[in-house]
């Protein structure tokens, strides 16, 4: 057995070179020290020294086929970092059979027949928010891809449609969420003292301010619709709210309103970090633009979203963007149970390890020349879960994953198949910190063109019942 390589740089520099430069300390240390190595990128007592991060995808596969704690284990506390956001009693930072019970609980309204009823809500969403942009005037792709993912979530995920309280919790979330959307307001992240309230100047008492606000209104909704009752709706907050475990018992309201926090961060920020790359590389390569809309030629019209996921280039574009700059740079972590043999080192008991998905989709043996933006390779070739796993894998796999890559899909094929857009961004972007996400290190500029053709909105005001009825009835 060899020791486990490290890197000589001191432990207080590698903290802050991941905290400014993830993906930069990520590739040297690859290149100088291989597919596992330890990493000092945490303030964490527990966790000092214990952090391994890995990159070879039949040890990932190792790894995460042995989560079920004998071997290796998913614990929610390792997260702790993240209850500022995400709450206490989010599916991120709960553990064992309490973890369990409450993904069989989240994961049915993502899947399956209950996801398809959401696809014409996202292409409505889509059309409404680029109508809102004016012709032959630059915006950032960013700014309103996050408009369309919020108003998305908010329909489809929390239930509410066009009114003050949606407005209201709309500035609410996004000012939340933008409070870490840089590398150096990321490090209230890493340094619990920052998230504390010393006083009306400091970012920890905004952040308080800001959760009460979006409590109340959470709470009050919540409220509502028990009193009301929500047998007839279709969002995805009723349906967790008539989810029960295999002891008939359902979420309270404090746990329904952590996993609403979750299934913000997880399908908010991140499906319009996406969508914003996906509209970089469309008109940074314009042949991928061309062949996509080749292929939607080919889809009758009014368009079955579900068909629309079938196919196949629109479907290796999206993996592409996914690929070479996933939003995700590490799977969920995993805690040694018992001494264990990983790449010829041996794993002591409470090391914690991640594996790399950023490294993972970057290796050449994987993608010949893999930061070259090339749809095709998911043509030529199906990659396992172990290979491309854009949201992450085994018992932490994303629930969101699912309406994640449906939005994806439905609103890249609606905003090429009816705008032009030039892009007014001229240098190369990267991907650099958004909080515990990657996203580009620049705003992407484009430009609204021209219609491509004539379409209808919701032919109803979204705030009134017979809206409500309608967007709940597809």
């Given amino acids: 057995m060899t020791t486990i390589p490290e890197s000589t740089t001191p432990p207080w520099l590698q903290f802050f070179q991941w905290a400014f430069d993830p993906v930069g300390y990520q590739e040297r240390n690859h290149r100088q020290l291989g597919d596992l190595f330890r990493a000092y990128i945490t303030l964490t007592p527990s966790q000092y020294q214990r952090l391994l991060i890995l990159s070879d995808p039949k040890a990932i596969q190792q790894m995460l086929s042995q989560d079920t704690g004998q071997i290796f284990s998913a614990p929610g506390e390792v997260n702790a970092m993240l209850a500022p956001l995400l709450g206490n009693n989010s599916i991120v930072l709960v553990s064992g059979p309490t973890h369990r019970r409450r993904r069989q609980m989240v994961t049915p309204p993502f899947h399956g027949e209950r996801l398809k009823v959401f696809g014409d809500l996202i292409l409505s969403i889509a059309q409404e928010v680029m109508a809102e942009v004016p012709t032959d005037r630059a915006f950032s792709a960013r700014v309103r891809m996050q408009q369309l993912t919020m108003r998305v979530i908010l329909e489809a995920v929390f239930g509410m449609h066009q009114s003050d309280r949606y407005r209201t919790l709309e500035k609410l979330l996004a000012d939340r969420l933008n409070m870490t959307s840089t590398p150096l307001t990321s490090l209230a992240l890493f340094l619990p003292w920052l998230q504390k309230d010393w006083g009306p100047w400091s970012a920890g008492h905004k952040v308080d301010r800001l959760k009460a606000a979006t409590d109340e209104i959470l709470f009050a909704e919540i409220q509502e619709r028990r009193e009301a009752g929500v047998a007839d709706r279709r969002d995805i907050l009723s349906l967790l709210m008539t989810a029960t475990d295999e002891n008939g018992e359902a979420m309270s309201t404090p746990e329904l309103r952590d ?215 597809r």
């Fill in 259 to 473: 996993e609403l926090m979750t299934l913000l961060m997880a399908g908010h920020e991140t499906t319009a970090t996406a969508l914003t790359w996906a509209l970089y590389w469309l008109h940074r390569q314009p042949e991928t633009l061309t062949t996509i809309r080749s292929e939607l030629a080919s889809v009758s019209t009014p368009w079955d979203p579900m068909e629309l996921l079938r196919l196949p280039y629109l479907s290796a574009f999206c993996n592409e963007v996914l690929r070479i700059h996933p939003i995700a740079m590490f799977t969920f972590p995993r805690r040694v149970e018992q001494p264990t043999t990983l790449l010829g080192h041996e794993l002591e008991v409470g090391d914690i390890l991640m594996g790399s998905i950023y490294l993972l989709h970057q290796r050449e043996d994987l993608y010949p020349n893999p930061h070259i933006f090339r749809p095709e390779r998911f043509l030529e070739r199906e990659y396992s879960p172990y290979e491309f796993m854009p949201f992450g894998a085994g018992v932490r796999r994303c629930v969101g994953s699912a309406l994640a890559l449906y939005e994806m899909k439905l609103t890249v094929a609606h905003l090429v198949h009816h705008w032009d857009f030039s892009l007014e961004t001229q240098r190369t972007l990267k991907p650099h910190r958004r909080g515990v996400t990657l996203g580009p290190d620049g705003e992407v500029m484009l430009r609204k063109m021209a219609d491509r053709s004539i379409t209808t909105p919701r032919p109803l005001s979204p705030s009134s019942p017979a809206a409500e009825a309608e967007v709940l009835s």
